[in-house]
């Protein structure tokens, strides 16, 4: 099969983008739920439908220009937030801290299911089709499985980074003093201008790549960075 067109690309990498950071929302969503806060699941935000949760600029916006700026090499993007209560929960810092972490872990755990379809099942069906049949059902097939490998690393890793309001924030404010926790929470107000000069200064992609490579090598067998 010829090599896939821009478009083509776009169309194989949407499925697995959408999927990542709708199960992220709905993750947080599910745990707050468990410990307490119905916040989500009153606001109908516990729902697999992507129309909720779609925010124009986080769903659309951001992972189409970063398609085209590093030519498809990295990509990702976020949902509208799930609304949570932390005073519905009995431990409000700790309710945040797991609900939070049930985020990154989804991801993690969709990067293993697409390995899994990449690496076994896969190698599995291209001895069972005609090689006619598998050169349209292979490689746009291998492209999305792997485009979820990626995205999905690249969402927890980049979540757990403890810069409020990002994921990993709520893990360090769970595990600091009140006082301290306070002092740090006060960042939140610049903690996105922050992120987005860390991503300008190319400072994010220095920080991550150490640690996204030995895991997207683990899991798809190669070094692809």
Known sequence: MDELTTIQKIV???PPLIFAIVLHEVAHGWIANKLGDHTARDMG???????PHIDLFGTIIMPLLLFFLTSGRMVFGYAKPV???????????????????????INIVM???????LRVVMPALEGSLPKQSWDLFGTPLALMFGYGVVINV??????????????????VYWLLPDRQAALYYR??????????????????GRIMTPIIRPILTLLLGGDIM
């Open 12 to 14: 194989v990498l949407a």
């Open 45 to 51: 935000r516990l729902t697999l439908n992507p129309i």
């Open 83 to 105: 609304p949570i209560n932390p005073y519905n929960f009995k431990d409000p810092k700790k309710g945040m801290a797991l609900s939070s972490l049930a985020g990154p872990g």
């Open 111 to 117: 990067a293993i299911c697409f390995s899994f379809l």
């Open 154 to 171: 690249v969402l927890a890793v980049l979540n757990m980074i403890p810069i409020p309001p990002l994921d990993g924030s709520r893990v």
């Open 187 to 204: 960042l939140e107000r610049y903690g996105m201008l922050l992120l987005m000069l860390l991503i300008g200064f190319g400072v994010l």
